[in-house]
C-alpha cells in the first residue's frame, strides 16, 4: 500500500467520524428540544393513603381530597411532619406517579392505578411549585383519571400537546400515525425523582409495536375487562419503573402519542421493555370525557361473539347470540351474520369486537359491515346503548336532577339481569328519587318497589338520558308516561310534576 492510498483511507475515517459526530449532535440537540418542550407539561405525584389525616372524605363528594395544613406542636423536636405530602423528603412513605398538564387552570392526567385509594395528593410542578389536589373523574377500566389542583403558585405549567389524529379516520378507531421502529421519548418521575425539584428523568427508545394487549395472571370475565386486555398498548424498548406510570410518552416533535403504564409491564408476560396506553381516537373520548369531570359511558352493541369465519373471501367474526330489543337487534343484525368491519375498520378477532365497541361511547352511532348467506356486504348504522361494568368510576359533574328524578340507560338493567328481563329499550331507568322531591309525592301511590321506565315525557318518546336531558329543558310542569320493569304486564302509568 503506497502513502497515496494510507492517506485516503485516513481521510475516509476522519471523513466518517466527523459525519458520526455530526448526526451524534443533531440527535442530542432533537432530544433536548424536545424536552424543553415537553418538560413544563410534566407533574411530579405523591399519593398518601394513610387515614391519619383529620378531615375525612364526604361520602356524598369523594372526589373532595382536601388540603392539608401542617400543626407544628403536634411533630417533636428533630422529626419531620410525615404527612405532609408537600415535604418531598416524604416520599418513601407514601407511593408515587406521574402526570401531564392537561389545562393552563391545573387539570392533569394520570392513570388511576397512581391515585387509587388516595386519601390525600400532591401534585409538583416542574418550576418547583406544587398543589394539593382532588379528583375531578377516573375511570378504573382505561385505568385514566384527572386530577384538578387546588390552586396554582405560577403560571409556568403548560398543557401537553397531544400528537393529531388523522382526519381520514373516524375519531373512534384505533389507528396510529406512529409506527414500529419509530424513535421515541419516555418523560416522567421515576422513584419519585422530581418531588424536591420538579426536575424530570428521560430514557429514549424506539415502538416495539403496536397494539399489544396485557396478559392478566388472573384476567377478568372479558365482558368486565380493562382496555388493556384488547391489544389497545403501544410496546417500547424502554424499561419503565416504579414512579414512571402516568409520564409521557412523546415522538421527536414534542407530541404525546401515549400514557407511560408500568401497571401493563408489571402484569404483563413481556418484561424486558414498557408499555403505554395510546392518544388514539378511542382514549382520546375518554380523555375528554374524564377532562369535563363526567362519567365515562362505554358503548354496547348486544351481541355475544361466535367463531372468526373460516371463509378466507370473507372475513370476519360470526355473530352468536343477538339480545332482544338492544341496538344490534334493533338495526337488523342476526344471528350467524360475519361481522367484518367496524367504522370501515376491520374486525379479524374477537378483541377488534370489544375494542371498538367497548372503546366507543354510548348514544355514539357505528357503522357495521355485515356478510349475511351469499349476499353483497352491507352496512348498518347502529346507535350503542350503556355497558355495564363493575370497575370503579368517579365524577365530579353529576347529570342534572329534573324534579328530583335521575336516570340511566335502561341497557343497564338488561345486563344486570343477564338477558332475563327482555324489555323494550326505548326510554330511559330511573336510578334514583330525591326524598321529598315532586317526583317521590307523585309516585307514593304506587308500588315503590318496582324499577320504572320513563318512555315518554309531554308524549314525546325517549330514548337515552341525553334524549331525556333535551326534553326536560326549562320546563316548570311535566307529564312522564313509566312502565314497570318488574312486571311487564302492568298498564303505563302517568304522572304530572311540577317545581
Known amino acids: ?69 401542617s400543626n407544628p406542636l403536634s411533630i417533636k423536636p428533630f422529626e419531620r411532619d410525615r404527612l405532609d405530602l408537600s415535604d418531598g423528603r416524604n416520599a418513601s412513605d407514601h407511593t408515587c406517579g406521574t402526570g401531564i398538564v392537561l389545562s393552563e387552570n391545573g387539570l392533569v392526567l394520570t392513570t388511576y392505578h397512581v391515585i387509587e385509594g388516595a386519601r390525600k395528593i400532591y401534585l409538583r410542578f416542574s418550576d418547583g411549585t406544587g398543589s394539593y389536589a382532588d379528583i375531578h373523574a377516573y375511570d378504573a377500566r382505561a385505568d385514566l383519571a384527572v386530577l384538578k389542583a387546588q390552586y396554582l403558585a405560577s403560571n409556568a405549567i403548560e398543557p401537553i400537546k397531544f400528537t393529531s389524529i388523522d382526519e381520514v379516520t373516524k375519531p373512534t378507531t384505533s389507528e396510529y400515525r406512529f409506527q414500529r421502529g419509530e424513535p421515541i421519548v419516555a418523560i416522567a418521575h421515576p422513584h419519585a425523582s422530581g418531588l424536591t425539584d420538579g426536575k424530570v428523568s428521560v430514557s429514549a427508545g424506539i415502538i416495539s409495536s403496536v397494539r399489544r394487549r396485557q396478559y392478566d395472571l388472573q384476567p377478568e370475565p372479558i365482558r368486565h375487562g380493562m382496555l388493556y386486555q384488547y391489544r389497545s398498548l403501544i410496546q417500547t424498548d424502554i424499561k419503565t419503573t416504579t414512579g414512571s406510570s402516568g409520564g409521557a410518552l412523546v415522538n421527536m416533535s414534542g407530541e404525546c402519542i401515549g400514557l407511560v403504564s408500568s401497571l401493563a ?189 320513563i318512555t315518554h315525557v309531554d308524549n314525546q318518546k325517549v330514548l337515552s338520558p341525553k334524549d331525556y336531558e333535551k326534553s326536560m329543558m326549562s320546563k316548570s310542569t311535566v307529564v312522564l308516561t313509566l312502565k314497570s320493569t318488574i312486571d311487564r304486564s302492568e298498564p303505563s302509568i302517568r304522572i304530572t310534576l311540577a317545581q
Open 265 to 453: 409491564s408489571v402484569s404483563g408476560a413481556e418484561s424486558s421493555g414498557g408499555f403505554a396506553i395510546p392518544i388514539d381516537g378511542i382514549y382520546r373520548n375518554i380523555i375528554n370525557t374524564l377532562k369535563d369531570g363526567k362519567e365515562v359511558e362505554y358503548g354496547f352493541l348486544g351481541v355475544t361473539p361466535g367463531q372468526l369465519s373460516s371463509n378466507p373471501l370473507r372475513p370476519g367474526l360470526r355473530i352468536g347470540n343477538v339480545s332482544p330489543t338492544m341496538p344490534a337487534s334493533i338495526a337488523g343484525l342476526q344471528s350467524g351474520d360475519i361481522l367484518t368491519t367496524i367504522d370501515r375498520q376491520p374486525i379479524l378477532e374477537i378483541d377488534d369486537l370489544f375494542l371498538h365497541i367497548g372503546g366507543s361511547l354510548a348514544d355514539e352511532t357505528v357503522e357495521l359491515g355485515i356478510y349475511r348467506g351469499n349476499l353483497p356486504i352491507r352496512y348498518l348504522n347502529v346507535r350503542l346503548t350503556k355497558m355495564f361494568h363493575a370497575l370503579p368510576t368517579l365524577a365530579s359533574v353529576t347529570s342534572k336532577n329534573h324534579f328530583g328524578i335521575q336516570v340511566e340507560y335502561s341497557s343497564i338493567l338488561y345486563q344486570q339481569q343477564l338477558g332475563r328481563i327482555a324489555f323494550a329499550s326505548d326510554g330511559v331507568l330511573i336510578r334514583d328519587v330525591e326524598k321529598g322531591s315532586s317526583a317521590e309525592l307523585a309516585l307514593q301511590n304506587y308500588n315503590q318497589s318496582t324499577r320504572w321506565l
Open 1 to 69: 500500500m503506497n502513502n497515496v492510498q494510507k492517506f485516503l483511507i485516513l481521510l475516509l475515517l476522519i471523513v466518517t467520524d466527523a459525519s458520526q459526530s455530526v448526526a451524534e449532535d443533531n440527535q442530542t440537540k432533537a432530544l433536548k428540544s424536545v424536552i424543553k418542550k415537553t418538560e413544563p407539561s410534566i407533574v411530579a405525584i405523591i399519593v398518601s393513603h394513610s387515614t391519619r389525616y383529620e378531615n375525612r372524605i364526604d361520602p356524598l363528594k369523594p372526589w373532595l381530597l382536601g388540603s392539608y395544613q
